[in-house]
């Protein structure tokens, strides 16, 4: 993802929450992990300290641990990693940010994930989402504004089509 300078309010809104319950979940179950590997990775966060406590899991999972706990982070991470996660409160922090979380919620929790990543990309790509846009049946939605569906491909789905209606108007007047 790019810099959280790049991208205005109303898209980014929530973000640093849904990452931090994403990596919450993570801590309490390391072995979540298995199932986001191939989808999502280090550059999937949008602040520094995402990136940084994914990194952790991310290298600890790949060590093949099936918990996290102090003595797991103190003994097999770099004391550069060590120095870094110290500077934002250490062991302590993760902790009581793993405590947070309720697994039952872990399905939600990437969805909203996913669907925040969604946003990301298209804002990134170029798609208003702040802007009101007209359907094909003339109906004007402002796309955020409606951002409460369930699932990330409903989601996609819904913005879709008019990001490739823009596509096309971009080629057609070039």
Known sequence: MCQKEQFVTGVTENRLTIEG?????????VTLYDDICSNINVESFFSRHGKLLFGVVKYLREKKFNVIDEVTVLSNCPEEVL????????????????????????????????????????????????????????????????????????????????????????????
Request: proline content about 2%.
């Open 83 to 174: 120095d870094r996660l110290q500077s934002i409160g250490g062991w302590k922090t993760i902790q009581k940010l793993a405590s947070t979380v309720d697994l039952k919620n872990w399905d939600a929790i990437l969805d909203e994930f996913n669907k925040s990543n969604i946003i990301l990309k298209l804002h990134k790509n170029g798609f208003n989402l702040l802007e009101e846009v007209t359907l094909d049946n003339g109906k004007k939605i402002k796309p955020l504004k409606n951002r409460r569906i369930s699932r990330p491909k409903q989601f996609y789905k819904r913005f879709q089509v008019c990001y490739n209606k823009r596509r096309k108007l971009r080629i057609l007047t070039n």
């Open 21 to 29: 319950n994403l990596i919450a979940c993570l801590y309490a179950d």
